[in-house]
């Protein structure tokens, strides 16, 4: 589901993450109740409780009360068949609840990254972290649309009552599936519904937060996992969660589920028949001067440069050689390409960020969208969408005197 499908009255994708942010932000700070759990501050003032997790997590191995803000909605970590040594990634860690839990599992010679687009929880699960002396589980600020973390990094994947808050639940899965090694399997536990969510209920950015908006059908769900190329898929878990008189809209029926659901990336031979079929196609992106790689970092993140980073790592699931460079960090890499030499030379560093196809500059000055950059993958040829004209000969500047 992408912001384009969402339903007209459904409020933009920056608006849900917003109310997502700011909800878990005052339930991090301690100011707010979980809306998975007490509902008060997040739904009409009839509706009472909604018990997404209940008791389920007493008795489990690894258990932190101080990072339990009841905010789950099943138990993943239990399903996702976890072996000493593995690294494990949290989607939408929270506090650190399920880190934790996933941690015992591994143990000391593993490793447990999270990460949370949330910088309040991020610094209350670096607190427990710290407080339990765990070095081996680290916590990231970033978006799981578009995740700070490299190709084919981790073993598991796993998130608790996370990604039903997502706006482009295809993309969150498609970064998923590449952060994956092959043969890796991610495991989650989510809201989903029999039958669509009326209008009413998908509209309220309030409701969103409260785990409930963001919920799709059950079937449509599964199909998104299978859409991003999991094989595998089943759902190891399921059970009603019962709603509360008022929640929903009179004479509104649309029963919710906790899932929890597990599902493999392919082997590598498979992956590998993949990419073989897209070609040997390269796009390498020169950036200007930026704060880190690729700019999705510090206080202030442009949204556009989210999209983008989001969009090459879509590409490059797709089988595309994808490389980035920096101008601030990798200037070496500017030298080693000549389109890039003469395009600089010619124009200064206003021409950045330059993409290059296969040696050829193909767009400057500009981040494009997603579908223009699809088109210049593969529609590169002799006369590309964007052209630059620059002399194989230019040291420098036109007409600048200075050889």
């Known amino acids: ?131 339990l002396g765990y070095a081996n589980v680290r916590f990231e600020h970033g978006d799981i649309e578009a995740l700070p973390f490299p190709d084919a990094s981790v073993d598991v994947v796993v998130s608790n009552c996370v990604l039903n808050l997502v706006p482009d639940k295809a993309r969150a899965f498609a970064e998923a599936f590449r952060v994956l090694r092959p043969g890796g399997h991610v495991c989650v536990s989510d809201v989903v519904s029999r039958g669509a969510l009326p209008d009413a209920v998908r509209a309220s950015a309030e409701f969103y937060a409260g785990c409930v908006a963001g919920a799709l059908d059950r079937g449509a769900y599964l199909g998104i996992v299978a859409d991003a190329g999991f094989e595998g898929i089943e759902v190891v878990a399921e059970r009603p969660i019962d709603l509360p008189t008022g929640l929903l809209p009179d004479g509104a029926e649309a029963p919710l589920l906790s899932v929890t659901v597990r599902a493999t990336r392919p082997a590598a031979g498979a992956a590998a028949g993949a990419a073989s079929a897209t070609g040997e196609t390269t796009l390498r992106v020169y950036d200007p001067p930026q704060c880190c790689s690729t700019a999705v970092c510090g206080p202030d993140v442009d949204p556009a440069l989210v999209q983008f980073a989001a969009d090459l790592r879509g590409l490059a699931a797709s089988g595309v050689a994808v490389e980035r460079f920096n101008l601030a960090q990798q200037p070496e890499a500017f030298v080693r390409e000549p389109a890039v030499v003469q395009a600089v030379n010619a124009v200064g560093t206003s021409v950045l960020p330059l993409l290059v196809v296969d040696g050829r500059v193909v767009s400057h000055g500009r981040y494009p969208s997603r579908d223009e950059l699809a088109a210049l993958v593969r529609e590169a040829g002799p006369e590309p969408a964007f052209s630059l004209e620059v002399l194989a000969s230019t040291c420098c500047a036109p007409d600048s005197g200075c050889c």
């Open 1 to 131: 589901m992408t912001p384009d499908t969402l339903p007209p009255q459904t409020p933009s994708a920056d608006a849900l993450r917003r109310a997502v942010r700011a909800k878990y932000a005052a339930v991090a700070r301690g100011e707010a109740l979980s809306c998975c759990g007490p509902v008060e501050a997040c739904a009409p003032a009839e509706a009472t409780e909604v018990n997404m997790i209940g008791d389920a997590y007493d008795g489990v191995d690894g258990y932190v009360e101080a990072a339990d803000l009841g905010l789950g909605c099943g138990l993943p970590v239990e399903h996702a068949g976890l072996a000493p040594g593995q690294t494990v990634l949290d989607l939408g860690a929270g506090a650190g609840l399920d880190a934790f839990v996933a941690r015992r599992a591994v143990g000391e010679g593993g490793t447990v990254l999270g990460v949370d687009f949330t910088p309040e929880m991020v610094e209350k699960a670096r607190q427990n972290a710290a407080a």
